[in-house]
DNA sequence: AATGAATGAGCGTTCATTCAT
DNA sequence: AATGAATGAACGCTCATTCAT
């Protein structure tokens, strides 16, 4: 290894480490395998984090900051209805969330097993939530925007290749019609909730 | 172990491993374990089953049988704009999901990872979505029926337990907030498409 | 299986463990194996033999029974210094030993083995050799037959294929290279010895 | 084990393999045996080795590689039709392979399989003819030197001590009842051929 | 004579982790 | 900050063998 500092030693390992976790998953990734791909000598890796399951924990961590960082700016105006302002905001979102789902995919993964008690889902979720509008604070509106907002639209960028893959279907037209159908559901339903309130 | 017949082990083997995979996840989970908690002899596994991997594969092969079997009686009468008649076949729908909950998990699990070439999770949804209504042709209502309407649904069975631990949530109270939201968002954007035709 | 009674199913199993462990060596192939290329049921061979190892020893016995049995015909007659007769008669035993070479390479092999105490090839030599000429009693003369008769000759039905393709050579020139060589050098000495006595 | 240099360690490895393969057969001796002897912890022989075929293979390097090294001088006078001369050559050199008979012995094992694909043995046969006169270059040649040259040679090594006894025969009576026989055979058909050409 | 189910021990291999330097 | 060597435990899987029928 190029003696060029031990931050991007441990910047590259996390790298790597998304990477590989995202696709084979954590268990099936090993210590070996992060070690190949990242070029560094394995007893490395157990410096820079006591153990493997650190490494994840690293990574929700950065994940769980960017998203608490600088939030979006509200450029667009929101006009009742939604015109195509609301869709450039959810497709920017979408190309945002898209950077990160390598990560948030493990996340899911992780939250999926029934056995590990505490996930980090619900705090990415609630990150996620807030860049949109400030935090839910009733228990319907938490469900509403955690299982019909947040869960489709990070199942959309997970399974996007997959999906497109599988119906043979052009990534920039799925991009559209999940955008529509989001609107149609999940935000449609917002302004009714206001306009019932 | 005593001597049972084939089939009564063969299924025991299944039950305890879909049980250990939806806890941990399929690699997190060792035939060992397996072994242990269905009382078989290790070897015994693989007289049934060529390898761990084919366990698994025969839990989806099964799943997306039962669910391709008998269609569920349509007994409600779906009257328009949805009353209560409509909630009610949702939570039927979801109790039916969350009995197969565990291993629909292991298939989204499975499905999250980005090198895994094909997944059940495309076929399972269509058989799900089957037995609403009938199968959807357009792409664009692919894409609707999928993301904001399959999707919620499980990720609803899957995380119902873990988000209720995390809000501090009763799991009745929950149901109704989520069918609320379920049918505010999705159910009426069906409607609404139904409307602009 | 069919119902056409045990011998034949006996020797099914030998037959084809006498191929698979020529193939793959005695403890490479599996019982398994055997079972399945036999079609037999696995347990049905501890019927027929106490265990892997009293098949082997049920092929080594059988062989050595063969070698013991008839001698071949004297048609030929031998004529001084050796014509084309002796070098028919070669052919002839080539040929024979051919017919036998899967269980005589496995015996080879086995003999290879520092480990193990008593080997049947030494007792196979000795038939083999009395085929030929009255069995040797002196020391001399049974190295002189085991090292330069018996070895090349079951060297060469053992690995003529296999040098064959490695040489790039016709299997029918082989024959004839290794006849005349064998009796350039084995034969030859034979007459060399008697004209000395 | 103690932590010592790692090429210390991988030789011993080597060593204990060579010996056991030659003792059992390479698929007879387990990596826990070889871990046992060799005193060292089985991961480590897979940090070595890549797998268990990978120890073979480089004992069969090593082996071919010493046999390509430095030639034996030719101290001794060829004299024609060969005196003692000759014989203490030959003694010379089955002395040396004699060093080699665990490592050939494995090779002849692996050789006699019928479905491995290519054997070193060939190779083998070929530098150690080698160190004895030019390369042959005519395939009759060919297969004088390896089928009653080179192979009465190495079943002499490899078989000696259980032909010894089997037959109750002094170690160094065979090491002269073979050395003999084989000048009277093999060698002295070399000087026929030369004679007749 | 033949079978399907079952078993304990061991296989080759890899795991996450730690050691001394 | 970085490395090569080493480790104990566990992995998925197969072995030869036996059971009841």
């Not at 690293?58 to 009742?80: A, C, T, V, Y």
């Not at 609630?126 to 839910?136: F, K, Q, T």
């Amino acid at each position: 290894m190029t003696r060029t500092g031990g931050d991007k030693t441990r910047k590259r390992i996390l790298e790597v480490a998304e990477e590989l976790f995202s696709k084979n998953g954590f268990h099936a990734t090993s210590v070996n395998q992060i070690t190949r791909q990242a070029k560094v000598n394995k007893a490395l890796i157990y410096y820079y984090f006591k153990d493997k399951n650190d490494i994840v924990v690293s990574l929700f961590q950065n994940i769980l900051e960017e998203l608490s960082g600088p939030k979006p700016d509200p450029s667009g105006q929101e006009s009742g209805r939604g015109g195509t302002d609301i869709r450039e905001a959810l497709k920017e979102e979408i190309s945002f969330l898209e950077r990160k789902k390598n990560i948030i995919s493990v996340m899911l993964m992780e939250s999926l097993k029934t056995h590990d008690q505490d996930t980090p889902i619900f705090k990415c979720a609630e990150m996620v939530m807030a860049r949109e509008h400030e935090r839910p604070k009733t228990k319907p509106v938490l469900f509403h925007e955690f299982f019909t907002g947040f869960i489709p639209l990070i199942a959309f960028v997970a399974l996007r290749e997959k999906f497109c893959d599988y119906y043979q279907c052009d990534k920039e037209e799925a991009l559209s019609f999940f955008v529509k159908s989001f609107k149609a559901s999940h935000i449609n339903s917002h302004i009714e909730c206001k306009e019932e309130a």
